[in-house]
Nanobody
Framework: QVQLVESGGGLVQPGRSLRLSCAASGSIFSGNAMAWYRQAPGKQRELVAAISNAGRTNYTDSVKGRFTISRDYAKNTQYLQMNNLKPEDTAVYYC?????????????WGQGTQVTVSS
């Protein structure tokens, strides 16, 4: 079993920054990838950023140049640095850990942390 605990959300004004953290514990398999998803009211959950076990990253277009995903392998923790936040970034942000075992993908999720960008 894998547990993911997020922290760092909150209310922030447009243009400000926040950093989200996600600590993983439990039966963590090697070779896993991690990611951040978000879900705004009335919208589907979307991938925001992902980082592979090798450190390769990818971002959804709307956050490129503003958000940075990183991970500390020793601490089994990933981060999402969010700069120049916009009201449209308001959503619940979810930490994700995924791993392929025998060709099947397994996903684990955190409980979510609210990010609200408003003046």
């Amino acid at each position: 079993q894998v547990q993911l605990v997020e922290s760092g959300g909150g209310l922030v004004q447009p243009g400000r920054s926040l950093r989200l953290s996600c600590a993983a514990s439990g039966s963590i398999f090697s070779g896993n990838a991690m990611a951040w998803y978000r879900q705004a009211p009335g919208k589907q959950r979307e991938l925001v950023a992902a980082i592979s076990n090798a450190g390769r990253t990818n971002y959804t277009d709307s956050v490129k140049g503003r958000f940075t995903i990183s991970r500390d392998y020793a601490k089994n923790t990933q981060y999402l640095q969010m700069n120049n936040l916009k009201p449209e970034d308001t959503a619940v942000y979810y930490c994700n850990l995924n791993v392929f075992i025998s060709g099947q993908r397994f996903d684990y999720w955190g409980q979510g942390t609210q990010v609200t960008v408003s003046s």
